[in-house]
C-alpha cells in the first residue's frame, strides 16, 4: 500500500512534469500565435473600407427614420425660439450712473 505521503509526492511530480510541458508547449506555439495575431489585424484593415461603408449607409438609413420622428418636435422648438427671442435682453442697460 502506498502511504499517503507517497502519494502526495507522485501528485506533485505530476504536476511539475504538466507545468513544465505547458511551459514548453506554450514557448513553441507562440510565435504562431502571434503570426495569427498579425494576420488577424491585417485582415480587419482589408475589411475597414467595407466596414465603413456599411456604417455610413447604416447611418444614413437608420437617420432618415430617425428624423422622421424629429417632426412632432418643430412646433415645440419654434414655440421656444419665440419665447427666446422676446426674452432675450437688449445690450442697452436702463441703469445710468450719474456722478
Known amino acids: ?5 507517497t502519494l502526495a509526492a507522485l501528485g506533485f511530480a505530476g504536476v ?3 507545468g513544465v510541458l505547458a511551459m514548453v508547449l506554450w514557448v513553441v506555439l507562440l510565435p504562431f500565435k502571434i503570426l ?3 494576420l488577424r489585424g491585417i485582415a480587419m484593415l482589408l475589411w475597414l473600407p467595407v466596414l465603413l ?3 455610413v449607409l447604416g ?4 437617420g432618415f427614420g430617425a ?5 412632432p418636435l418643430v412646433p ?3 414655440l421656444a425660439l419665440l419665447v427666446w427671442w422676446l426674452m432675450r435682453r437688449k445690450n442697452r442697460s436702463s441703469a445710468t450712473v450719474t456722478s
Do not use: E, T, W
Not at 500500500?1 to 505521503?5: P, Q, V
Not at 447611418?59 to 437608420?62: D, R
Not at 428624423?67 to 417632426?71: A, E, R, S, T, V
Open 36 to 38: 495569427g495575431l498579425a
Open 16 to 18: 511539475l512534469v504538466l
Open 67 to 71: 428624423l422622421i420622428f424629429f417632426f
Open 59 to 62: 447611418a444614413v438609413i437608420f
Open 76 to 78: 415645440f422648438a419654434l
Open 1 to 5: 500500500m502506498f502511504s499517503f505521503l
Open 53 to 55: 461603408l456599411f456604417g
